[in-house]
């Protein structure tokens, strides 16, 4: 009995690393990215504006891993655009999220449960990313175990390394961090997956691909639903990695950017300080312009 | 004698199309793409001070639509630089518009009279450019009309469109606007050009491209030419823009950033405003310095 | 014995020409390299803060010639990452450098006549790499002459041309100046390395490559080792250079940037002004608070 379980397992999570992800998987990214991208300031603004840079950013959130990982490999950066049902798709999804009339669309996604559901399905494409770019740079590069770790990161990561440059597509320049001085939980979890699938890749990790894309699958979309679900940006692995980045990189304990960086304003990085003082003046200038008017 | 007009106008169409661009057609280009380069401010002083970076920046506005094409395709982006004849000329122009005695070379090819010869040159060359590119594109993804549509695009746009990255060189940066955000006439032509040579390129547009190629030049040159001797930035697209961005994308009616932004500062995006607050205080800080000085 | 000792000049130059740059030229190319990114100011803080974003930035000070190269002839910019061993080397000189207890090692390798000895080997590798690149671009562009030289140049000057992004990533934005507007004696040494690696290449210099290769380290060790030791940051060429840019591109004489700059501040671009107005601003909030403090 114990061993047909494990067979059934072993059939199930190859069943699962074998499913399409097109359309239904790929839709529900797409439609989380561009929800996500509307939440950032200004968005709905260069929408309006400027369609062209708007759907720019949104083909951006939505095919920007795989841009970068073709970058990265040294293929077309728009090599993925000959896909055109996935790009018609995707600006369509755009389309509604950004112009529907009523705002329609947006509400009925970006309510919660609707938004619980797209964002697990969101985690099983990611997972799948990370597996593919992996697999892809082993193919290019036998023992490039660097080069599967760095194409297989970027694959999951996706628009968030390249935030920077995406902002300033919509007209916003914030120099001052970067997606790799300040790691997201997506971003961490992707560099760590990465890891592990290039070790199974490169069968250190004795432990066969599709059981690896079902857990990590599994481990991806508990963690990321239950963050939405309770609108966190704390992460998993937290304390672990408070304690071997304090032994390995003499981190200050405690100082976790993505966690605690409200409590401890006075361990910000010297960097942020010229905008603060920028920020503070403005606030200052503002201030005494609301007295005026009183 | 009408099917002899048709054929004529075929034939001369045809003749038209296949006419070499170098080496008059290119100069034109490089020189009105250079005198752009000195119109900017702060350009001739790059050019004293660092000659390297100010031919760097002159082979980007000659050859800018050709590296990125490149990158886009994924091949070299310094690819066209194996065409020394074609370097050395650009070169040659930039030399003489930036130091010839007595800014003599400036001063004629800046002469109205000969400025609307050369501008209308150069967008012969545009419209060149953009059909190379998407034809370029149609033979390596042969179904990709994003990708022809794009490679068409950056061909006609060329340095426009990395214009942040071309005044980051010289020293200058402007976050607050790029090309895509606020279009000028040259690239969002590109873009409807684009559009144009991709559906000729899959048949959706019955008409041969040696056609379309003259009918575009003809709008493109009459255009160009009207707006160079008038100093406008108005773009012959407003009016029908200004609908239909409003219907699709509910953009406010009027509020053509290329056009009337000087009468509604009131309607300028959010994103703008730091730029002017910074100025605002410069402003300021200059009133109070010439008022010590009277 | 005239002829014996020119083939025996020959026979060192060609030996030392073939001699292997792995491991010992490397490990001091990639010391030095991460000393100098160590003096960035905050690059201490980024490597507690963030330890991905300073590996990063290491890598980029340790390959970014040969991800710029690749770059520009088209191949994966991270290619030469699938030398593990040279990535595992690299990683450990990082780690050593940035968390070594008691700063050891940073102590070691900083001390004047090991430091000396590690700069003199990274010119070693540096001349080498400029023919190299010369060589690879010269194998893939029969007559791209302006292709071998830039190739040759991003080869020699590395993460210097691309240091505006390297400190982006580090949180870090200072777009006044770059690189390539104010050449430092590396960068400009390579520049005149990879042209006369070119014209050698391209057989306009009667020379052989192994004792060009000779001359030119001795040149760069020789300059670079006496730079090192007296703190300077003059450059050889600075007086030819401003005749000649005198004479070619009127720049005004004795305005070399990389030596006066500090003797004539009124001759700095205006470029730099708004920073400067920025900083005055600063200065001036930060005196009225420590009055105020008083």
Chains 1, 2, 3 share one sequence.
């Not at 099983?124 to 297989?152: L, Q």
Request: with cysteine; proline share 5%; charged share 15%.
């Amino acid at each position: 009995m114990d061993v047909l379980g494990v067979l059934n397992l072993g059939e199930i999570a190859q069943y699962f690393s074998k499913m399409a992800m097109f359309p239904v998987f790929d839709v529900a990214y797409y439609i989380v990215s561009i929800l996500y991208l509307k939440y950032e300031p200004g968005s709905v603004e260069v929408s309006r504006r400027s369609p062209v840079a708007s759907w720019l950013c949104a083909m951006l959130y939505c095919f920007g891993s795989y841009i970068l990982a073709d970058v990265m490999l040294g293929a077309s950066p728009i090599d993925y655009f000959h896909n055109n049902s996935h790009v018609l798709l995707a600006t369509a999804v755009w389309y509604l999220v950004f112009y529907c009339p009523l705002n329609l669309f947006y509400k009925c996604v970006a309510f919660m449960p609707v938004k619980l559901v797209l964002v697990a399905l969101k985690e099983v494409v990611r997972t799948r990313k990370i597996a593919a770019g992996v697999h892809h740079a082993h193919h290019a590069y036998h023992h490039g175990w660097f080069i599967m770790v760095i194409t297989g990161y970027v694959k999951g990561s996706g628009v968030a390394l390249i935030s920077n440059f995406e902002q300033l597509l919509r007209g916003v320049w914030k120099p001052d961090s970067n997606e790799i001085l300040n790691m997201s939980f997506p971003t961490k979890a992707s560099l760590y997956g990465a890891i592990l699938f290039t070790l199974q890749e490169t069968h250190w990790l004795p432990i066969s691909k599709s059981l690896l894309i079902c857990l990590f699958t599994l481990f991806m979309v508990t963690s990321k639903v239950f963050m939405t679900a309770r609108h966190s940006h704390g992460s998993p692995f937290a304390l672990v990695e408070s304690w071997v980045c304090h032994l390995l990189f003499h981190s200050p304990l405690g100082c976790d950017d993505s966690h605690d960086h409200h409590h401890h304003p006075a361990a910000a990085a010297p960097a942020a300080s010229p905008a603060k003082t920028k920020e503070e003046l403005n606030e200052g200038t503002r201030k005494r312009k609301s007295k005026k008017a009183e």
